[in-house]
């Protein structure tokens, strides 16, 4: 089992250094990150599900932790998630419910107290 509160915790500190090596980049991937989870004509949790639904077809633990923690934030439902993991599988097959049972157990940890 992956424990998503210590990946998420450990890319955080990882990430200055990144930074520091490629400052245009990662300032730029921050205002993309930034304008492109902003409400819009869909709102923020909608483009986090849509998120979450690559990350686990794309097999990215970082991600899977860093939006199941948004997504948590922002007051989805294990249900909501789990539909969207739902179609996160049928695009992915077999490798994208791995990834999806794993996203459970981040909502798991990322809600408990």
């Given at each position: 089992?992956?424990d998503?509160?210590?990946?998420?915790?450990?890319?955080?500190?990882?990430?200055?250094?990144l930074?520091?090596?490629?400052?245009?980049?990662?300032?730029?991937?921050?205002?993309?990150?930034?304008?492109?989870?902003?409400?819009?004509?869909?709102?923020?949790?909608?483009?986090?599900?849509?998120?979450?639904?690559?990350?686990?077809?794309?097999r990215?633990?970082?991600?899977?932790?860093?939006h199941t923690?948004?997504?948590?934030?922002l007051g989805?439902?294990?249900?909501?998630?789990?539909?969207?993991?739902?179609?996160?599988?049928?695009?992915?097959?077999?490798?994208?419910?791995?990834y999806?049972?794993e996203?459970?157990?981040?909502?798991k940890?990322?809600?408990s107290?």
């Open positions: 089992m992956s998503f509160k210590q990946i998420t915790t450990h890319i955080s500190q990882n990430l200055p250094e930074a520091k090596h490629i400052p245009d980049v990662m300032k730029n991937f921050s205002n993309l990150v930034s304008s492109g989870s902003q409400d819009g004509a869909l709102d923020k949790k909608t483009k986090e599900l849509i998120a979450i639904g690559i990350a686990v077809a794309n990215c633990d970082g991600c899977i932790g860093f923690k948004i997504l948590v934030d989805v439902t294990e249900q909501e998630l789990a539909e969207a993991l739902g179609v996160a599988i049928f695009m992915g097959g077999g490798p994208s419910a791995m999806a049972a996203t459970m157990s981040a909502y940890q990322f809600t107290k």
